[in-house]
């Protein structure tokens, strides 16, 4: 249901956007955007649930189409997937994200400014993803302490073997790893103790439905209280209202995400934020 749902999403992004181009024109437009200034990171800031204290920020590319417009960032990572781009693509977001950190946190020395990336599984399974990792961590100067790179239950699927040797490797280096999306796939909560995971999101649906099914917040909550036993921290994405907040923070989420807090923002945005005494 979950790959059925993916291609049905990005058929119809296909067919939002103006009269139908046809996809392998997306395809090539991916490596004109990376050559070009199409793309741009946006970044959406991490709060502590109990206090709204800015505790980091995800990284979302943008991607606007000379023609077309603004690009889903699932299309655009789908067509860079299948033209064997997403290695560009996502080195492309990671290395600019990195230098954006290095700017907020040379400005602020004493912030403590986690960094969310988000990684394909095809861009994970790339030869020597460690290897690239490391790469752009020497030569960015980003702290890998501070780098958290979010990935998708479905990547874990696969290859079990292979994965857990390269979320090993990655872990190695300092960086963290999120478990994205969580409860939207095929999920088990024993990945949670499988995989070398420290954060788990809980998907904005869970979020959205725990006002009014009260089986949602159930199964957030046991998300949170196992996760908590395996001592890895639970964030809450999509939270849009103050009675969210307030149902996650209940359920034990430790950090949110939403609307409520901040939406997406350019770089610069988050740096005037960082400028303000209580930051976000
Ligand atoms: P995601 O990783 O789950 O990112 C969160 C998405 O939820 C973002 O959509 C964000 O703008 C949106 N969002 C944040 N707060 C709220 C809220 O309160 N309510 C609602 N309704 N939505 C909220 P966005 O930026 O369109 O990105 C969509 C997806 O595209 C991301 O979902 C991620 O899976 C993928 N993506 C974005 N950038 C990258 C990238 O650089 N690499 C990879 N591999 N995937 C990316
Ligand atoms: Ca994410
Ligand atoms: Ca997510
Ligand atoms: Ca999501």
């Known amino acids: 249901a979950k790959r059925l749902g993916g291609a049905t999403h990005q058929v119809l992004d296909l067919r939002a956007s103006r009269v139908g181009l046809a996809s392998d024109?997306?395809?090539?437009?991916?490596?004109?955007?990376?050559?070009?200034?199409?793309?741009?990171?946006?970044?959406?800031?991490i709060v502590r649930a109990a206090d709204g204290q800015l505790k980091g920020v995800e990284a979302l590319m943008r991607w606007t189409h000379p023609d077309r417009g603004p690009i889903s960032p699932h299309?655009?990572?789908?067509?860079?997937?299948?033209?064997?781009?997403?290695?560009?693509?996502?080195g492309w977001v990671l290395t600019r994200s990195c230098e954006d950190w290095l700017g907020w946190t040379t400005a602020h020395p004493d912030l403590a400014l986690d960094l969310s990336v988000n990684v394909s599984g095809r861009q994970l399974m790339a030869r020597d993803y460690p290897g690239t990792l490391?790469?752009?961590?020497?030569?960015?100067?980003?702290?890998?302490?501070?780098?958290?790179?979010?990935?998708?239950?479905?990547?874990?699927?696969?290859?079990?073997?292979?994965?857990?040797?390269?979320?090993?490797?990655?872990?190695?280096?300092?960086?963290?790893?999120?478990?994205?999306?969580?409860?939207?796939?095929?999920?088990?909560?024993?990945?949670?103790?499988?995989?070398?995971?420290?954060i788990v999101k809980i998907d904005q649906s869970f979020v959205a439905e725990m006002g009014t099914d009260p089986a949602s917040g159930a199964i957030v909550e046991a998300i949170a209280r196992l996760a908590h036993v395996l001592n890895l921290s639970v964030t809450a994405e999509g939270v849009e209202t103050e009675e969210q907040r307030a149902g996650v923070l209940d359920v034990g989420c430790d950090l949110a995400q939403g609307y409520l807090f901040a939406r997406p923002m350019a770089a610069a945005d988050l740096a005037a934020r960082l400028e303000r005494p209580d930051g976000v």
């Open 25 to 45: 024109q997306l395809e090539a437009d991916v490596r004109a955007a990376l050559d070009t200034d199409q793309l741009a990171v946006a970044y959406q800031p």
């Open 75 to 90: 299309a655009a990572i789908a067509a860079a997937e299948r033209i064997g781009a997403i290695d560009s693509l996502g």
């Open 134 to 198: 490391e790469r752009v961590l020497d030569s960015t100067g980003m702290d890998p302490q501070a780098l958290v790179l979010e990935v998708t239950e479905g990547i874990l699927l696969e290859e079990s073997g292979r994965i857990v040797r390269t979320l090993a490797a990655i872990r190695d280096l300092g960086v963290r790893l999120a478990l994205d999306d969580f409860g939207t796939g095929f999920c088990s909560l024993t990945y949670l103790r499988r995989f070398p995971i420290d």
